[in-house]
């Protein structure tokens, strides 16, 4: 007894500096992924001579005129109206998505039809095809409909399921679904669209609010594609919004735009911490299914 109470300590004692090195590298990591984040903050509020020629964190002087400047907006386009043509691409973006990504996940998951293998595999195929190999023909069709410069482009796909890797987000997850839920709808009568409405949707919540956090902030955070659609001021995105503080001369209104970028960040960030607690629900109960 005596022996076995003295080894106690001198075990405990290297796993206790074990959890301290663990909190302490996890603390750093933390503070390393933070830094852009802190340095994007403070940059928005230092002095234009500042920005660039000094590389204090913090400034000398707080310039908030750098946040009045950017809610007046660029080319007579104020702030607002430019976060309301953000948040309305992504939106719809986000409705398409989910909509039209979990129809199409209902079926390859939970119907039988002929050639949903090899369908299956060859939309799994498409996650591969590079974007920009899609890039011309699809401006020629939209072109050619008389679509440029509207929002049309930017929305229009998500509605039809071109999203292949949140198709297999959820199909993942409605395979782990029992069956027998479908078969008691079904023998009250339900048929396929209303087991999806009543029963299955509301089950593949967590998946579908992944699917919902995914597309909106790579919506939100798009600017090569709303580059190419959109050429109005007046249509343009906040992440558009931020190249024309940009002038012919490469000078930049650096404190503006910074100021501009930490409020480009604030909805990503609301959204996402309205909806963090379904994601790590739905991406462990969807990707690791087989």
């Known amino acids: 007894m005596t022996t076995s109470t003295a080894a106690t300590p001198a075990v405990r004692k290297p796993i206790a500096w074990r959890r301290v090195a663990l909190h302490a590298g996890c603390l750093a990591a933390l503070l390393v992924m933070l830094y852009p984040l802190a340095w994007l903050l403070a940059t928005s509020v230092k002095p234009a001579d500042e920005v660039i020629a000094s590389l204090n964190l913090l400034p000398s002087s707080l310039e908030w005129s750098n946040y009045s400047t950017a809610l007046e907006g660029v080319n007579e386009v104020s702030v607002w109206q430019l976060l309301g043509n953000s948040l309305f691409i992504a939106g719809g973006a986000v409705i398409g998505n989910v909509l039209s990504c979990s129809l199409a996940a209902y079926a390859f998951a939970r119907l039988r039809f002929r050639f949903r293998g090899p369908l299956f595999?060859?939309?799994?195929?498409?996650?591969?095809?590079?974007?920009?190999?899609?890039?011309?023909?699809?401006?020629?069709?939209?072109?050619?409909?008389?679509?440029?410069?509207?929002?049309?482009p930017l929305i229009l796909p998500k509605f039809l399921a071109t999203e292949a890797f949140f198709v297999f987000l959820i199909v993942q997850f409605m395979r782990g679904l029992p069956r027998e839920l479908e078969e008691a709808a079904r023998i009250?009568?339900?048929?396929?669209?209303?087991?999806?409405?009543?029963?299955?949707?509301?089950?593949t919540r967590p998946a579908l609010i992944t699917t919902a956090i995914f597309t909106f902030i790579w919506t939100w955070n798009d600017f090569f594609t709303q580059l190419i659609y959109l050429f109005s001021p007046e249509k343009f995105t906040l992440t558009l919004a931020l190249r024309q503080f940009v002038d012919a001369s490469s000078q930049s209104a650096f404190g503006p735009m910074f100021a501009m970028s930490v409020i480009a960040l604030l909805p990503i960030v609301l959204f996402?911490?309205?909806f963090q607690r379904f994601l790590v629900e739905g991406m462990a109960n969807s990707g690791i299914k087989g």
């Open 121 to 152: 595999a060859f939309m799994i195929a498409t996650i591969m095809l590079p974007h920009h190999a899609v890039l011309i023909p699809q401006y020629i069709i939209f072109n050619q409909l008389g679509m440029v410069n509207t929002y049309w």
């Open 188 to 203: 009250d009568g339900a048929g396929p669209f209303r087991s999806f409405f009543s029963v299955i949707l509301p089950l």
């Open 272 to 274: 996402f911490l309205a």
